[in-house]
């Protein structure tokens, strides 16, 4: 008969065994030794990740090694579909191993998500512990997206899933692309949760501010095509504001108002901000094209994964909750 774990772990690794290892004792504590750990190590060369840290943890599990380093959120969409695929789970929480996101929390999400009518439990962040730059990148990034795609973020990664969606999610090429977005463009039913962002165990994030901006931009990317009719529909308004001003200039000269190269001036200038927008609006054509056109062809997760490294539990006593190193 096949195994349905009640509660699976999804998680991407990437040279931090450290951290990785302050998570599993928290989570050990927190939801016992039934829990089911699939680790994603993202292409980890300096602190490969072995099966033996889940194991000495008193915890099953997988190691996920892959051939390379593809990014965080390729890394969640490879567990996922290996969950979808070899480890059938009632719930699935994806999280991220540096320790801010809580495994205290986990109870919230899961809570939420037995309540019914609920697919997904994500946690939205009642407090924050990001820089001043982040903050500010935030502040400026969320209204743009909301105008841009209609929609509201405003949550990351961490996140209960019922088993049974699961599936859908790995069916959607997009989860590749950006978690968060693919879950609210999946239209499965999302239930928002306010927990507290926690401290990270060690070190400092890798993610610079360049990473952050193309994370945020890769968001949008998941509705380009909402992003298009948004975009082509404010150059078609700017189009017809440029024409009015030309006519109304034209008229100006031909009664005799305007200064010299008054005319030339204007019609110029509003050549040029329609070949501008014009030219945003054929490139976001032309990203809509190419991500829609691989909407079908959900990648191989297979081809990734260099090998499938199994953790069994060794007996050990039940940790206390670990407690944060401070960066």
């Not at 996922?80 to 999400?109: F, H, K, Q």
């Not at 070190?203 to 968001?219: D, T, Y």
Request: with cysteine; proline share 5%; charged share 20%.
């Amino acid at each position: 008969m096949e195994t349905i774990h009640p509660l699976t772990i999804v998680t991407p690794v990437y040279e931090d065994v450290r951290a990785f290892r302050h998570l599993l004792a928290d989570l050990r504590a927190a939801c016992g030794a039934a829990v089911y750990v699939v680790a994603v190590d993202d292409g980890s060369i300096k602190e490969p990740l072995a099966p033996e840290v889940i194991s000495e943890a008193g915890l099953n599990g997988m190691v996920l090694r892959l051939v390379r380093n593809i990014g965080h959120q390729s890394a969640i969409a490879i567990g996922l579909s290996y969950v979808a695929e070899n480890a059938p789970s009632r719930t699935v929480v994806v999280m991220d191993c540096d320790g801010e996101d809580a495994p205290g929390s986990i109870a919230d999400l899961t809570r939420r998500l037995a309540e019914g009518n609920v697919d997904i439990a994500v946690a939205q962040r009642r407090t924050r512990r990001e820089t001043l730059s982040f903050q500010a990148f935030y502040a400026v990034y969320k209204p743009m997206f909301r105008l841009l795609t209609g929609r509201d973020l405003g949550f990351g990664n961490f996140m209960a899933i019922q088993g049974r969606a699961v599936k859908r999610l790995v069916s959607m090429s997009e989860l590749w692309i950006h978690v968060a977005a693919t879950v609210i463009a999946s239209k499965l039913r999302v239930a928002r949760v306010p927990v507290d962002r926690q401290r990270r165990y060690a070190g400092e994030s890798k993610m610079n501010f360049v990473s952050l901006a193309l994370h945020g931009f890769r968001a949008m990317m998941v509705f380009s095509e909402d992003v298009l009719v948004r975009t082509g529909t404010f150059v078609a308004s700017l189009i017809g504001v440029v024409t009015v001003v030309v006519a109304a200039a034209g008229a100006l000269k031909i009664l005799g108002y305007a200064t010299p190269g008054w005319l030339t001036t204007v019609v110029g200038l509003s050549l040029i901000i329609v070949l501008q927008t014009g030219t945003l609006t054929l490139t976001t054509l032309l990203t809509s094209g190419v991500i829609k056109s691989a909407s079908l062809n959900t990648p191989n997760y297979r081809r990734f994964v260099e090998a499938e490294l199994e953790a069994k539990a060794v007996e050990v006593a039940p940790p206390a909750p670990s407690a944060p190193v401070p960066a």
